[in-house]
């Protein structure tokens, strides 16, 4: 048996932080989209549930905190790369979204200052 050196045990803790961090930060993403969105990212029950859970909860508290580090625990079992495009999509339709907004009021002011 291999017997690691100081060094490598902290990186490899150190990797096991940062990939939980992320992890965390992609639970937060998906807690802040709006229900109708997240309900076109396939996603666990389990997980679904928690997240709608945070997005209950009002206060940027101690428990909104424990709650996203159990989302960061849940996703650790769940395939990312379809839930990381699943959200690009979600942030892309919304960019898509006000640009068309945009294009609307433009439209609508033109006719306003044509009369």
């Given at each position: 048996m291999?017997?690691l050196?100081d060094e490598?045990?902290r990186l490899s803790?150190?990797?096991?932080?940062?990939?939980?961090?992320e992890?965390?930060?992609?639970?937060?993403?998906?807690?802040?989209l709006?229900a109708?969105?997240?309900?076109?990212?396939d996603?666990?029950?389990e997980l679904?549930?928690a997240i709608?859970?945070?997005?209950r909860m009002?206060r940027q508290?101690?428990?909104?905190?424990?709650q996203?580090q159990?989302?960061?625990r849940?996703?650790?079992?769940?395939e990312?790369e379809p839930v990381r495009?699943?959200?690009?999509?979600?942030r892309?339709?919304?960019a898509?979204?006000t640009?068309r907004?945009?294009?609307?009021?433009?439209l609508?002011?033109?006719l306003?200052?044509d009369?």
């Open positions: 291999e017997h050196d490598q045990v803790k150190t990797r096991r932080k940062r990939a939980m961090e992890l965390q930060a992609l639970g937060e993403a998906l807690a802040a709006p109708d969105r997240l309900k076109k990212v996603l666990p029950e679904r549930e709608g859970m945070a997005q009002s508290d101690e428990a909104r905190r424990r996203m159990y989302i960061g849940l996703m650790r079992n769940v990312i495009a699943a959200l690009a999509d979600a892309g339709d919304s898509a979204e640009a907004l945009h294009r609307l009021e433009r609508r002011n033109e306003l200052d009369e």
